[in-house]
């Protein structure tokens, strides 16, 4: 009696492992779902969109410019952010505020990216902390799930004009 509730307490404790590694590796290096809050990304991202992220361009350095990523936030580790990818490493990049009557421009260092949120009006982006690393790039934005009038992938950049090509 003992021996088959403790065969049967060690088998569900080794497939609960098993399954959990899979999820694990599934959640690290394929992609989910992810809960996108706050204006920065209007109107492209509506507060409370649901989107999904796929997890493996940021492994194999697929990221380009005007994709949309989730990363680390890197003023607040605990949290991360979805924001527009502007430059990528040695591109000149406008790291003025849209109003500013002087427009300064500044080259991404190696290893980071510039990003910037769509709403520039209402975004904590590189334009006030930098640029960021590309190790805190979580996933890459492919497509939005919820509202489902909205399903489907995402539109382009409102702010096409701040890459810089030269």
Known sequence: MLRNVLGKTFRFLGYTVQYGCIAHCAFEYLGGIVVCSGPSMEPTIQNCDIVFSENLSRHFY??????????????????????????LEGDKVCTSNPSDFLKSHSYVPKGH??????????????????????????????????????????????????????
Do not use: Q
């Open 113 to 166: 990216v510039w990003l910037e949120g769509d709403n520039l009006r209402n975004s904590t982006d590189s334009r006030c902390y930098g640029p960021v690393p590309y190790g805190l790039i979580r996933g890459r934005i492919c497509f939005k799930i919820w509202p489902l009038n909205d399903f489907g992938f995402l539109r382009a950049s409102p702010n096409g004009h701040r890459f810089l090509d030269d």
């Open 62 to 87: 697929c990221i380009r410019k005007g994709d949309i990523v989730i990363v680390k936030s890197p003023s607040d580790p605990k949290s991360n952010i979805c924001k527009r990818v502007i430059g």
